[in-house]
């Protein structure tokens, strides 16, 4: 009979893919954040679902059971509550129910790291509530487009009060003034200094 393995070998079997996805997670951040334009509330839920489908396929590849009664039903579910919250009239309550639905994506992911990691239902509890505090402030740190129009409103004043241009992205809330280019000039109109060609 072979000899039992050692509890450090036990560990490091489990844990090897654990930390492999870590490190894959890890190295696509950076690529997530240097992203041209910034994450919308939707994209921050998807990589919510995503962080929880792929934690958990991870533990039931190490041999973990499903807690969830519903088990892989649950993920329509996801997207179906995702595309109700979506559908929301109101930007600021759209944005809150999106806020705490991505929290519980996170949270749920957090959890099953800390669980195939530690094995500590206590601990996988404040894992949870971290990763939902994490979602959650994620996507509240989204302006909407109201908040994102009130930042710029005193810029937009100026320029209209000077007769200049200034622009906002509401994709990343930035504005900018511009100086109006020959094209946006209708060609009958009369400029500042000009003699309508007489």
Same mark, same amino acid.
């Given at each position: 009979?072979?000899?039992?393995?050692? /509890?450090? #070998?036990?560990?490091?079997?489990? &844990? =090897?893919?654990?930390?492999?996805?870590?490190?894959?997670?890890?190295?696509?951040?950076? +690529?997530?954040? #240097? =992203?041209?334009?910034?994450?919308?509330?939707?994209?921050? /839920?998807?990589? %919510?679902? !995503?962080?929880?489908? %792929?934690?958990?396929? &991870? %533990?039931?590849?190490?041999?973990?059971?499903? *807690?969830?009664?519903? %088990?892989?039903?649950?993920?329509?579910?996801?997207?179906?509550?995702? *595309?109700?919250?979506?559908?929301?009239?109101?930007?600021?309550?759209?944005?809150?129910?999106?806020?705490?639905?991505?929290?519980?994506?996170?949270?749920?992911?957090?959890?099953?790291?800390?669980?195939?990691?530690?094995?500590?239902? *206590?601990? /996988?509890? +404040?894992?949870?509530?971290?990763? !939902?505090?994490?979602?959650?402030?994620? $996507?509240?740190?989204?302006?909407?487009?109201?908040?994102?129009? *009130?930042?710029?409103?005193?810029?937009? #004043?100026?320029?209209?009060?000077?007769?200049?241009?200034?622009?906002? =992205?509401?994709?990343?809330?930035?504005?900018?003034?511009?100086?109006?280019?020959?094209?946006?000039?209708? /060609?009958? +109109?009369? &400029? $500042?200094?000009?003699?309508?060609?007489?």
């Amino acid at each position: 009979m072979p000899p039992a393995p050692r /509890a450090e #070998e036990v560990g490091m079997k489990l &844990l =090897s893919p654990l930390l492999s996805s870590l490190v894959a997670l890890t190295l696509a951040s950076p +690529a997530m954040a #240097e =992203s041209p334009t910034p994450p919308t509330a939707s994209d921050v /839920a998807n990589q %919510g679902i !995503a962080a929880d489908i %792929g934690t958990t396929a &991870l %533990g039931l590849s190490m041999g973990a059971a499903e *807690a969830n009664p519903l %088990g892989l039903l649950v993920l329509p579910l996801k997207f179906l509550v995702k *595309a109700q919250i979506e559908k929301i009239a109101d930007e600021n309550e759209r944005r809150d129910g999106m806020a705490m639905f991505t929290g519980v994506q996170f949270g749920a992911a957090a959890a099953n790291i800390c669980t195939l990691a530690l094995a500590n239902p *206590a601990i /996988a509890i +404040a894992c949870m509530a971290g990763g !939902a505090i994490y979602g959650y402030n994620k $996507v509240k740190s989204i302006p909407t487009q109201g908040e994102c129009l *009130a930042t710029h409103r005193a810029k937009m #004043e100026d320029a209209a009060a000077t007769g200049r241009i200034y622009r906002v =992205s509401l994709k990343d809330c930035k504005g900018s003034f511009a100086e109006p280019t020959w094209a946006q000039v209708p /060609a009958d +109109a009369v &400029l $500042v200094g000009d003699s309508g060609g007489k």
